[in-house]
């Protein structure tokens, strides 16, 4: 069995939830690349020792950049994780399948024929593998497979399945290097009735009534479950729970709306107000919440009458107290909302390492 560390480059990183669910796993986490700068100080700031590099990768020679980065740093590469936007993938016409918009997706592929990691893990929204009527799953295969990678069928898989607090759910992609085996997907570790919900997530947290709080506060309880243990494992301080004071009317329409309701709750002479599916949609605390946004304040507390904090947010999406958001904060809910959950990433990251250690033995 390998004793080192293997490695990962992580395209499109944002935050870093994915590769921080790998550093969680025992791999190493060498470059994050992405355009968004406050995001890549949040990268930075909670990934010791990678390097965030900001390079905008609809210029496809800026691989060049990545793979000097490791020829400098004399590191091999063994793992490619990238979810490139979704808007990346378009099809303007049959036969323009690389069209200029995916520039973005064609950065992985080129950065996968210049470095050849071991495996490629490809990550996005379930709605890709059916856009354009699947030619975009089939050339992501066809497209690795080139490459000498063995790609199956690309898994759709559901956070709460897997310990994580929010009905989420992404596709994943994973190719193996010149293996005579596909990747084995993680099996869920949770059922229906076990899974992990709001209040068990977020019940530890100050409820801020009427404040926004300190930019750094105490724990005003013990941990009450595992999963809040969990989240405060390496953490004795609350950073990133500030609330938000709403107007009188905001606050006295949501307190209108039961747990796990809507706008479609309030009474009739209110109900055309409203218009958005999502709006003054207030978590249930008995279970995993919804998919959590990138903070247009449509989602409510179970309890307290004031949208999650980014803090709240954060533990829904299973990233532990430690891991501190950076930037204003709007930059700080889009970082939130747009990372995969790092208990995602591990379980993905874990099968891997399974597979490279049977690999290097």
Not at 90 to 115: C, F, H, W
Not at 171 to 183: A, I, K, N, P, R
Not at 302 to 314: C, D, G, L, M
């Amino acid at each position: 069995m390998s004793k080192r560390k293997y490695s990962v480059l992580d395209l499109f990183c944002g935050a870093g939830g994915l590769s921080r669910g790998f550093i969680d796993a025992g791999f190493s986490v060498k470059l994050g690349v992405d355009f968004d700068e406050m995001a890549l100080k949040t990268f930075a700031k909670n990934h010791e020792g990678a390097t965030a590099m900001k390079l905008d990768l609809f210029d496809l020679s800026n691989v060049d950049k990545i793979k000097e980065f490791f020829k400098e740093n004399n590191y091999a590469l063994d793992v490619l994780v990238g979810g490139p936007p979704c808007q990346g993938f378009s099809l303007a016409g049959p036969r323009q399948i690389d069209d200029s918009r995916n520039v973005l997706y064609r950065a992985m592929v080129k950065t996968a024929r210049e470095l050849k990691p071991k495996v490629v893990v490809l990550e996005n929204v379930p709605g890709m593998v059916q856009l354009h009527g699947g030619l975009v799953k089939d050339k992501i295969i066809n497209d690795f497979t080139e490459l000498g990678y063995r790609m199956g069928e690309p898994r759709i898989l559901y956070a709460p399945d897997y310990g994580i607090p929010q009905i989420r759910k992404r596709v994943v992609f994973v190719g193996l290097l010149h293996s005579q085996s596909e990747y084995k997907y993680p099996e869920p570790i949770l059922t229906p009735e076990n899974y992990i919900s709001c209040e068990q997530a977020i019940g530890d947290l100050p409820a801020l009534i009427d404040i926004v709080g300190d930019k750094v506060q105490d724990y005003p309880m013990e941990a009450q479950t595992d999963y809040q243990k969990l989240m405060r494992n390496n953490s004795d301080k609350i950073y990133n729970h500030e609330g938000t004071i709403h107007d009188p009317k905001t606050k006295k329409f949501i307190a209108m709306v039961p747990e796990g309701k809507n706008y479609r709750s309030l009474p009739p002479e209110y109900a055309g107000i409203y218009k958005y599916h999502e709006a003054l949609t207030r978590y249930h605390s008995q279970k995993p919440s919804p998919t959590i946004n990138t903070g247009h304040r449509s989602h409510f507390h179970y309890k307290w009458n004031r949208i999650p904090t980014v803090r709240e947010s954060a533990r829904l999406q299973s990233f532990t107290d430690d891991f501190i958001f950076y930037g204003n904060k709007t930059q700080q809910y889009r970082q939130v909302g747009n990372a995969v959950p790092p208990l995602l990433g591990k379980v993905i990251a874990s099968e891997i390492k399974k597979w490279l250690d049977n690999e290097t033995e």
